[in-house]
C-alpha cells in the first residue's frame, strides 16, 4: 500500500534523524576517546619519568635485591607517588622480572617477567603504551605507560610501567550512550511534532487541490481553491485555479458555441422549410415561384458558408493548416480583392479611396491575407450605406505594415468593439441586422493574422465610421532566414 505524504515525510524524517545522531555520536565518541587515551598517556609518561628519575637517584637497581631497607625505601616512594597519581606503579629488572608492585593485592606479580615484546617497545623512543592486561600479568584492562631505565654505560638496567585502570573509560562510554539515547528521543519527539505540522500544512492545500479536482470531474468548473504564501504548493494551487478558471471559460464558450451553431443553422432552415411548404401546399403562387426558390438557394448558400466556415476555424485551431510564408507584395492582395467584389461595389455605389499601389512587401501566406482581406471588405460592404465610401491604407513602420480598411456608415458601440473577433458574435442580438452574416467571418482573420504573425484590432466612431486594421511582418523571422539559400 502506498504511503501517505505526512507517513513517507516523517519515516524520512525520523530516519534522518536517527542517523546523523548515531553518526554524531560515533564521531564524538572516537574523538573523546582519542583525547582520553592522549591524556592517559601523556600523565602515566610523567609519572613513569619521575618515578624512574627518583630510583635512579636514590638507589641503583642491583641494591634492591641485596638490600632489604632499600628496596623498602623505593617500594614506599613508589606508593606515594601512585597514590598521588592514582596509579599503579611496577619496576622490573633488566630481564623483565618484576621486582616490586604497588598493589599489595597484587604481591604476587612479584618474581614474573614482562614479555620480551613489551621490554622491546619500552625502549623505544616514545615507549611502551597499550590499553590492555600488559601481556596477561593484569587481570582487567588498563592504561599502561612503560619505559626503560638505563646505567651509566647506557645498557638497559630495568624498566617501570605506570597503569591506571581503563574501567572509567567503560563508564564514560556508558554515559555517552545514555546522553545518546535521551538526546536521541528527545530530538525525535521534537521532529515528530514538527514533521505533523510541517506536512499538515504542505498536505491541507494538496487535499484541497484533489478535492477541487473531484468536483471539476463531476462538472463544476467554479470551485477555486484557495492560496496561502508564496512558495511551491501556492504557485500550484495558482495554476490550479488559472486552469479552473479557463476550464469554466471553456465551458461556457461552449455552451455559447452550441447555442449559436443551433441558432445560426435553425433561422436559414425554417426560411427553407417555410418556402417550400408554401409552394407545396398552395400557399405561394406559381408565378413567384421562381423568386422564392432563388430566396431558397440564398438560404442554401448562407448555410454551406456557415459549415465551411466552422470547418475553416476547426482545422486552424488544431494547427491542420501549415503555412507557405513567402515575401510579396501587399497591394496584389488588395488589389485582388477590390476587384473580385467590383460587381456588389458598383450596384451598392460605394466609392473606393485610397487604391494607389506602391510596391510594399510583406513576409505572409498571400492566400492568408488574401482570406482576411476578403472577409474584412465583404463586412464592410454589408454594412457601407449606398453612396457610402471603403477607404484602404497601408504603412510601412519599422519591420511591421499596417493594413487598414475603413468604411463610413453606422459603425460599431464601444461595448461592442472588444467583442467583434469572438466567434458567432454580432452586435444585433437578435440577428436581425443583415441576416446573411454567420458571425465567424472576423473570427476566422484573427486566426489567420495570428498565423500570419501579426495581430489584427478594430476601431469606430459610432454614426461615423468604422475600420480594421492588422499588422504583417516585412521580413521573414531571423531563424527563417538562416535556412534561405545564400543568406548568412
Same mark, same amino acid.
Not at 597503569?163 to 556508558?174: G, K, P, Q, Y
Given at each position: 500500500?502506498?504511503?501517505?505524504?505526512?507517513?513517507?515525510?516523517?519515516?524520512?524524517?525520523?530516519?534522518?534523524?536517527?542517523?546523523?545522531?548515531?553518526?554524531?555520536?560515533?564521531?564524538?565518541?572516537?574523538?573523546?576517546?582519542?583525547?582520553?587515551?592522549?591524556?592517559?598517556?601523556?600523565?602515566?609518561?610523567?609519572?613513569?619519568?619521575?618515578?624512574?628519575?627518583?630510583?635512579?637517584?636514590?638507589?641503583? %637497581?642491583?641494591?634492591?635485591?641485596?638490600?632489604?631497607?632499600?628496596?623498602?625505601?623505593?617500594?614506599?616512594?613508589?606508593?606515594?607517588?601512585?597514590?598521588?597519581?592514582?596509579?599503579?606503579?611496577?619496576?622490573?629488572?633488566?630481564?623483565?622480572?618484576?621486582?616490586?608492585?604497588?598493589?599489595?593485592?597484587?604481591?604476587?606479580?612479584?618474581?614474573?617477567?614482562?614479555?620480551? !615484546?613489551?621490554?622491546?617497545?619500552?625502549?623505544?623512543?616514545?615507549?611502551?603504551?597499550?590499553?590492555?592486561?600488559?601481556?596477561?600479568?593484569?587481570?582487567?584492562?588498563?592504561?599502561?605507560?612503560?619505559?626503560?631505565?638505563?646505567?651509566?654505560?647506557?645498557?638497559?638496567?630495568?624498566?617501570?610501567?605506570?597503569?591506571?585502570?581503563?574501567?572509567?573509560?567503560?563508564?564514560?562510554?556508558?554515559?555517552?550512550?545514555?546522553?545518546?539515547?535521551?538526546?536521541?528521543?528527545?530530538?525525535?519527539?521534537?521532529?515528530?511534532?514538527?514533521?505533523?505540522?510541517?506536512?499538515?500544512?504542505?498536505? @491541507?492545500?494538496?487535499?484541497?487541490?484533489?478535492?477541487?479536482?473531484?468536483?471539476?470531474?463531476?462538472?463544476?468548473?467554479?470551485?477555486?481553491?484557495?492560496?496561502?504564501?508564496?512558495?511551491?504548493?501556492?504557485?500550484?494551487?495558482?495554476?490550479?485555479?488559472?486552469?479552473?478558471?479557463?476550464?469554466?471559460?471553456?465551458?461556457?464558450?461552449?455552451?455559447?458555441?452550441?447555442?449559436?451553431?443551433?441558432?445560426?443553422?435553425?433561422?436559414?432552415?425554417?426560411?427553407?422549410?417555410?418556402?417550400?411548404?408554401?409552394?407545396?401546399?398552395?400557399?405561394?403562387?406559381? !408565378?413567384?415561384?421562381?423568386?422564392?426558390?432563388?430566396?431558397?438557394?440564398?438560404?442554401?448558400?448562407?448555410?454551406?458558408?456557415?459549415?465551411?466556415?466552422?470547418?475553416?476555424?476547426?482545422? %486552424?485551431?488544431?494547427?491542420?493548416?501549415?503555412?507557405?510564408?513567402?515575401?510579396?507584395?501587399?497591394?496584389?492582395?488588395? @488589389?485582388?480583392?477590390?476587384?473580385?467584389?467590383?460587381?456588389?461595389?458598383?450596384?451598392?455605389?460605394?466609392? /473606393?479611396?485610397?487604391?494607389?499601389? @506602391?510596391?510594399?512587401?510583406?513576409?505572409?501566406?498571400?492566400? %492568408?491575407?488574401?482570406?482576411?482581406?476578403?472577409?474584412?471588405?465583404?463586412?464592410?460592404?454589408?454594412?457601407?450605406?449606398?453612396?457610402?465610401?471603403?477607404?484602404?491604407?497601408?504603412?510601412?513602420?519599422?519591420?511591421?505594415?499596417?493594413?487598414?480598411?475603413?468604411?463610413?456608415?453606422?459603425?460599431?458601440?464601444?461595448?461592442?468593439?472588444?467583442?467583434?473577433?469572438?466567434?458567432?458574435?454580432?452586435?444585433?442580438?437578435?440577428?436581425?441586422?443583415?441576416?446573411?452574416?454567420?458571425?465567424?467571418?472576423?473570427? /476566422?482573420?484573427?486566426?489567420?493574422?495570428?498565423?500570419?504573425?501579426?495581430?489584427?484590432?478594430?476601431?469606430?466612431?459610432?454614426?461615423?465610421?468604422?475600420?480594421?486594421?492588422?499588422?504583417?511582418?516585412?521580413?521573414?523571422?531571423?531563424?527563417?532566414?538562416?535556412?534561405?539559400?545564400?543568406?548568412?
Amino acid at each position: 500500500m502506498r504511503k501517505s505524504i505526512s507517513s513517507m515525510y516523517f519515516s524520512t524524517t525520523a530516519i534522518l534523524l536517527i542517523v546523523s545522531t548515531a553518526v554524531m555520536g560515533l564521531i564524538q565518541m572516537y574523538l573523546v576517546m582519542g583525547y582520553f587515551q592522549e591524556d592517559k598517556r601523556s600523565t602515566l609518561n610523567d609519572v613513569v619519568q619521575v618515578t624512574a628519575m627518583q630510583v635512579q637517584e636514590d638507589s641503583p %637497581l642491583r641494591r634492591l635485591l641485596e638490600d632489604e631497607s632499600a628496596r623498602i625505601s623505593v617500594q614506599d616512594q613508589m606508593k606515594l607517588i601512585g597514590r598521588t597519581s592514582s596509579t599503579n606503579l611496577l619496576l622490573t629488572d633488566a630481564s623483565g622480572q618484576v621486582m616490586l608492585y604497588t598493589q599489595n593485592e597484587a604481591e604476587p606479580l612479584v618474581g614474573s617477567c614482562v614479555s620480551g !615484546d613489551i621490554l622491546r617497545q619500552a625502549q623505544e623512543e616514545d615507549g611502551f603504551f597499550e590499553t590492555g592486561t600488559l601481556g596477561g600479568l593484569y587481570g582487567g584492562k588498563y592504561y599502561t605507560v612503560g619505559r626503560v631505565m638505563r646505567d651509566e654505560s647506557g645498557a638497559a638496567s630495568g624498566y617501570v610501567f605506570a597503569s591506571a585502570s581503563a574501567a572509567s573509560l567503560n563508564v564514560f562510554v556508558s554515559d555517552m550512550f545514555s546522553i545518546f539515547v535521551l538526546s536521541a528521543g528527545l530530538l525525535l519527539l521534537a521532529a515528530s511534532l514538527l514533521a505533523i505540522f510541517v506536512t499538515n500544512r504542505l498536505t @491541507t492545500p494538496l487535499r484541497r487541490i484533489s478535492e477541487a479536482a473531484r468536483k471539476f470531474g463531476s462538472g463544476d468548473f467554479s470551485v477555486r481553491v484557495p492560496v496561502d504564501g508564496n512558495d511551491e504548493v501556492a504557485q500550484l494551487a495558482v495554476t490550479f485555479n488559472n486552469m479552473a478558471r479557463n476550464l469554466e471559460t471553456i465551458d461556457s464558450s461552449r455552451a455559447s458555441f452550441m447555442g449559436n451553431i443551433a441558432h445560426e443553422l435553425r433561422t436559414p432552415m425554417t426560411s427553407i422549410k417555410g418556402f417550400i411548404d408554401g409552394m407545396l401546399d398552395g400557399t405561394i403562387p406559381d !408565378d413567384m415561384r421562381q423568386h422564392y426558390l432563388g430566396l431558397v438557394s440564398q438560404e442554401v448558400g448562407r448555410l454551406t458558408r456557415l459549415i465551411q466556415n466552422m470547418l475553416d476555424i476547426s482545422k %486552424l485551431e488544431a494547427g491542420e493548416y501549415r503555412v507557405n510564408a513567402q515575401s510579396y507584395d501587399i497591394w496584389e492582395s488588395v @488589389t485582388g480583392v477590390v476587384f473580385s467584389a467590383e460587381q456588389r461595389i458598383q450596384n451598392q455605389k460605394v466609392e /473606393i479611396q485610397g487604391l494607389a499601389p @506602391t510596391r510594399t512587401l510583406v513576409y505572409a501566406d498571400q492566400d %492568408l491575407v488574401y482570406q482576411v482581406l476578403y472577409n474584412i471588405l465583404d463586412n464592410a460592404l454589408k454594412f457601407t450605406p449606398e453612396g457610402g465610401y471603403i477607404r484602404f491604407s497601408v504603412k510601412k513602420s519599422g519591420g511591421m505594415v499596417t493594413v487598414s480598411i475603413r468604411n463610413s456608415g453606422q459603425g460599431i458601440g464601444a461595448d461592442a468593439l472588444p467583442f467583434v473577433f469572438e466567434r458567432f458574435y454580432k452586435e444585433d442580438k437578435s440577428r436581425g441586422l443583415n441576416a446573411r452574416g454567420s458571425g465567424l467571418g472576423l473570427h /476566422i482573420c484573427k486566426i489567420l493574422v495570428g498565423l500570419s504573425g501579426g495581430k489584427i484590432w478594430a476601431e469606430s466612431e459610432e454614426g461615423q465610421w468604422c475600420q480594421f486594421s492588422f499588422t504583417l511582418p516585412c521580413d521573414p523571422p531571423p531563424e527563417q532566414r538562416r535556412k534561405q539559400p545564400g543568406k548568412k
